[in-house]
Antibody
Framework: DVQLVQYGGGLVQPGGSLRLSCVAS????????MTWVRQAPGKGLEWVANINQNGSKKSYVDSVKGRFTVSRDSAKTSIYLQMDSLRAEDTAVYYC?????????WGQGTLVTVSS | DIVMTQSPDSLAVSLGERATITCKSS????????????LAWYQQKPGQPPKLLIYRASTRESGVPDRFSGSGSGTDFTLTISSLQAEDVAVYYC??????????FGQGTKVEIK
């Protein structure tokens, strides 16, 4: 079965950093784009970033460009979201998902709270 | 950026009745080279990640009950639940992937039981 299991998240002060992880299993990892989507408390879904199969192409929503970095490790079948210079408005549940057009598998989500 | 606008923001429907949600995109998401509309629908229940229901505007994801159907083309789309069940209470989102790798979602429509 396809599984995406997320790690990381938590409380961080404004200006701080955090790294999210997403471990994939049950499918051929190297053949799929992977995506990060977030959801602020009580709000809708927002696409954050994605990365192609070999990590050579990355895209970001404008609000995180220059602050967030998506990466992947094929040996660990994992993707990562390095979040720097965090702001209060980055507070959200972050989901990893499989796919670059539609996401048919999602991680369980992890809460990131940016607050002093 | 392509802006997705859903209506209504919420609706209450009696069990067994039809629920209809509309989604409008600020520009066409019809990819003319293959005549596919790059529009998907997701269902999200409280505390859970979204679940893909429909892609290419009208193709049901495997395992999705046939009471869920999608229609539309270009800029105007509809998700219909033909006979609302209790387990369908959720928030529904449309998503365009015409501008992939960048996606945009509608603001969501909350479906409740009347």
């Amino acid at each position: 079965d396809v599984q995406l299991v997320q790690y990381g998240g938590g409380l961080v002060q404004p200006g701080g950093s955090l790294r999210l992880s997403c471990v994939a299993s049950g499918f051929t990892f190297n053949t799929y784009w992977m995506t990060w989507v977030r959801q602020a408390p009580g709000k809708g879904l927002e696409w954050v970033a994605n990365i192609n199969q070999n990590g050579s192409k990355k895209s970001y929503v404008d609000s995180v460009k220059g602050r967030f970095t998506v990466s992947r490790d094929s040996a660990k079948t994992s993707i990562y979201l390095q979040m720097d210079s965090l702001r209060a408005e980055d507070t959200a549940v972050y989901y990893c998902a499989r796919g670059d057009r539609v996401a048919n598998y999602w991680g369980q989500g992890t809460l990131v709270t940016v607050s002093s | 950026d392509i802006v997705m606008t859903q209506s209504p923001d919420s609706l209450a429907v009696s069990l067994g009745e039809r629920a209809t949600i509309t989604c409008k995109s600020s520009q066409s998401v019809l990819y003319r080279s293959n005549n596919n509309n790059y529009l998907a629908w997701y269902q999200q229940k409280p505390g859970q990640p979204p679940k893909l229901l429909i892609y290419r505007a009208s193709t049901r994801e495997s395992g999705v009950p046939d009471r869920f159907s999608g229609s539309g083309s270009g800029t105007d789309f509809t998700l219909t639940i033909s006979s609302l069940q209790a387990e369908d209470v959720a928030v529904y989102y449309c998503q365009q992937y015409y501008s992939t790798p960048a996606w945009t979602f509608g603001q969501g429509t909350k479906v409740e039981i009347k």
